[in-house]
């Protein structure tokens, strides 16, 4: 049976998406050790809302948003067998992960 090229984008996007994840989680581990070890934990209401466009952002909410990351980025595993991480790795090329999607 060949395949559709509906069915030729659906496999794309699945192996682009695979990518984004294993990208997101390397980058969510960097970001977890990076909050703890620059103190960001301990900054006030007053020093997020004075960054541009967190204006109504509170430290709680801060510290919600780096929970839900690192939840989503331990839910992804490590590289060991039967992790939706190594699924990931399985149908991409992990040697170049370096997706052009995410600001730095």
Do not use: W
């Not at 780096?66 to 990931?88: I, N, Q, R, S, W």
């Not at 090329?93 to 999607?101: G, K, L, Q």
């Amino acid at each position: 049976m060949a395949t559709t090229p509906v069915q030729k984008n659906i496999i794309k996007e699945l192996v682009f998406l695979s990518k984004v994840a294993i990208a997101y989680k390397t980058r969510v581990r960097n970001v977890v050790e990076q909050y703890a070890n620059e103190g960001v934990a301990q900054l006030l209401d007053a020093d997020i809302q004075a960054l541009p466009g967190l204006e109504g952002v509170t430290s709680n909410e801060l510290q919600a948003a780096k929970g839900a990351h690192d939840a989503m980025a331990t839910a992804a595993g490590e590289y060991v067998a039967g992790t939706p991480l190594t699924k990931f790795a399985k149908v991409c090329d992990t040697t170049n992960v370096n997706i052009n999607i995410f600001p730095q």
